[in-house]
């Protein structure tokens, strides 16, 4: 997996790429709760080039959007793949995480 971090409007944007699992997912939490400790927000994170996640990678952003919320910060996801969607929908995490299809999306919504 790969981290590639840029600034869009008003916005920090994580775009992410490969895979999210047990071996990489350490790697975007150091990553992740470092943003969080900074109250960086809000913040995209954009899925458009991740191809998987496992349970450790979604309980990475569980653990991030709780910092997140702690500071009233804003944690938004893009450009979800649909076999990513697939398991947010399926553990009902859609209801809880913020979902768009796009970063502009995303900042108006």
Not at 59 to 86: H, N
């Amino acid at each position: 997996m790969t981290i590639e971090m840029d600034k869009y409007r008003d916005a920090t944007v994580m775009r992410l790429s490969g895979e999210i699992d047990m071996y990489s997912s350490p790697g975007l939490r150091k990553e992740l709760l470092s943003l969080v400790a900074e109250r960086v927000s809000p913040l995209i994170v954009d899925f458009r080039g991740v191809s998987y996640i496992d349970s450790s990678g979604i309980a990475t952003f569980v653990e991030g959007l709780k910092g997140m919320r702690s500071f009233g910060g804003r944690l938004k996801f893009v450009a979800v793949p649909e076999g990513i969607m697939e398991i947010f929908t399926f553990s009902k995490l859609d209801r809880v995480f913020e979902i768009y299809g796009s970063a502009d999306e995303a900042l108006s919504g």
